[in-house]
């Protein structure tokens, strides 16, 4: 079996350079932003599931909350253990699988780390194990692409530059999938790599949560919480509640 895109791309040098402008001054800002709105208390437990090199999980613990981080890439993990102290840990875990680190007040999905499978009931799959590890009445947060908006102004090509390498990068929407093609001369090099992440409308995903188990479901446009409109908010987040019984 070949190795998925996700697994190559997200432990390179390239990833982390294309989009080194997701740094940690925007992550703060989001979380301490989305801490607020959502009325987060101090010792509630989180986790936030796929959290790469683990920046919103940093903030997610500054906040208060006893927070565990949890990424396939055992790489991404050695990374962001660095950081550990008395309310943050990390470690490697699969949403494809149970996920056995007990019951959390809050599980948070984010920036688009969802959507890259091939077969949609490995969708299904994921969404039903992060909501198995919230206590009754604990929320999920999944923070999603606004695929239509995506699909109404897809950019066909660009080019980035920057100290380490030229990234051109074209874009399609084949099959329901959003496609991003990624070419990187890199001195005197040349690599492609590939991002394949699944158009899901709203009312997919409210559909995927409601078939997990979760209620009292709301969407909204942005990191603050703003009100969702289809062809103008930059984001779909999702916040659902498990049953308290």
Known sequence: MSTPWYATWFNTEFYHDLYRHRDEHEARLFIVELCKKL????????????????????????????????DLSPESIS????????????????????????????????????????DDGLHQKALNHMAQCLKPGGKLVLDYMNSAKIAAQLVPENE?????????ISRKIENGIIVKGIK???????????????????????????????????????????TYEELDSERMIFIAQKPLS
Do not use: P
């Open 160 to 168: 980035v530059h920057t100290d380490m390498a030229t990234y051109s």
């Open 79 to 118: 990374f962001a253990s660095q950081f550990e102290n008395e309310r943050l840990e990390f470690k490697v875990g699969n949403m494809l699988e149970a996920l056995d680190f007990g019951a959390f007040d809050w599980v948070m999905n984010l920036f688009t780390s969802f959507g890259y499978f091939d």
């Open 184 to 226: 990187v001369s890199h001195e005197c090099t040349l690599d492609f790599f590939e991002e394949r992440v699944r158009a899901f409308s709203k009312n997919d995903l409210h559909t995927m949560l409601v078939n997990a188990g979760l209620e009292n479901i709301q969407v909204k446009g942005n990191y603050d919480l703003s």
């Open 39 to 70: 009325g987060v208390q101090e010792g509630e437990r989180a986790m936030d599931m796929a959290c790469g090199r683990g920046r919103h999980a940093k903030v997610l613990s500054e906040q208060g909350l006893h927070t565990l981080g949890v």
